[in-house]
């Protein structure tokens, strides 16, 4: 089936396709050898990020229940 559809996708254009066996394709070979990069040295790196998002909601939270109180006593 794969075959079918390439061969209707090529039909439209004329163009040739040839074989080349492997080791006398080296533009492919080339491609596909993995370059050998020699690994990059990283630093230790500590970060630390307070956030007074729990604040904010501990407060919003005991305003609520104050709110929430008071209009059960009336």
Sequence with gaps: MRQRRWIEL??????????????????????????RAEPRRVRTMSM???????????????EASKNTNTSKEM
């Design 10 to 35: 090529f039909s439209d254009y004329d163009c040739d396709i040839r074989y080349h066996p492997g080791k006398a394709n080296v533009v492919a070979a080339a491609l596909s050898r993995k370059e």
């Design 48 to 62: 630390t990020i307070h956030s007074s998002i729990k604040a904010k909601i501990l407060e919003a939270q005991s």
